[in-house]
């Protein structure tokens, strides 16, 4: 079904400006679509890059355009201790190296060992669990994007006394350098498993959470990014984004 989507803003905005700030493409992709007469407003297609949409007016982009933005490559990966999300300093061995075919989960090719695939937000060499990998922008912009308000789920285990006090703190509270956090769900799993939520990615902002109240991370698993789960996906094994997945994360 092709991508439909009413506009609910409160002035009409330039197609290309919308989409962009939607997550949907970027503008110079919405330019692209245009030019190809490949977006249709109210069943008009759009001619001119500098057509406004109106509040309640409905935009569709046609099959042939979703192809175009769905042409990137996503990949979900299950992220071993160990390696490192991005390029790598000397030593070390980055995560795309596991993306063979023989850590293959289901259908698709292996990416090209070349291929450029960077982190959709990082996992650092001594966490574990859900890492996105992706030459996709839509998928980038609307994972770490400025606009982006999708949480991330991770299953934290600690050292030292898990009190009410310190999950409160936890949970809001708290300054990284200098800034205010936002605030965090954190709940007590059992024992020494916490689960945290966060609309944020601070650099290795929960092991330093944990460090500014008197515990100590243990070990960190990320476990879902916005819709997508880590599920049954085996350690160290990779599968492609579906389609479906993807127009959850960018619609």
């Given at each position: 079904?092709?991508?439909?989507?009413?506009?609910?803003?409160?002035?009409?905005?330039?197609?290309?400006?919308?989409?962009?700030?939607t997550g949907v493409c970027s503008r110079r992709e919405a330019e692209g679509l245009i030019a190809d007469g490949l977006v249709t407003?109210?069943?008009?297609?759009?001619?001119?890059?500098?057509?406004?949409?109106?509040?309640?007016?409905t935009l569709i982009l046609n099959d042939r355009?979703?192809?175009?933005?769905?042409?990137?490559?996503?990949?979900?990966?299950?992220?071993?201790?160990g390696y490192v999300s991005g390029q790598p300093e000397p030593g070390k061995t980055p995560a795309v190296r596991l993306l063979t075919p023989a850590n293959r989960m289901g259908d698709g090719a292996a990416p090209a060992r070349d291929a450029s695939l960077p982190p959709i937000g990082r996992l650092d060499e001594d966490s574990r669990g859900l890492l996105l990998l992706s030459s996709d922008g839509?998928?980038?912009k609307a994972v770490i994007g400025p606009q982006s308000d999708l949480d991330k789920e991770y299953l934290v285990v600690v050292d030292g006394a898990v009190t009410e006090a310190r999950l409160s703190r936890l949970r809001h509270g708290l300054e990284l350098d200098g800034r205010q956090l936002k605030p965090a769900r954190v709940t007590q799993v059992q024992g020494q498993q916490l689960r945290f939520v966060l609309k944020e990615g601070r650099n290795r902002q929960i092991?330093?959470?944990?460090?500014?109240?008197?515990?100590?991370v243990v070990d960190l698993q990320r476990v879902?990014?916005?819709?997508?789960?880590?599920?049954?996906?085996?350690?160290?094994?990779?599968?492609?984004?579906?389609?479906?997945?993807?127009?959850?994360?960018v619609s």
């Open positions: 079904m092709a991508f439909t989507r009413t506009y609910d803003g409160d002035a009409p905005v330039r197609v290309n400006k919308w989409l962009g700030q407003i109210d069943g008009e297609v759009v001619a001119d890059a500098g057509r406004k949409i109106a509040p309640g007016q355009a979703e192809a175009a933005l769905a042409a990137g490559v996503t990949i979900l990966l299950n992220k071993p201790v839509v998928v980038a092991r330093r959470m944990c460090d500014l109240v008197g515990l100590e879902r990014i916005g819709p997508l789960r880590l599920s049954d996906l085996p350690e160290g094994r990779w599968r492609h984004l579906t389609a479906d997945e993807r127009k959850g994360l």
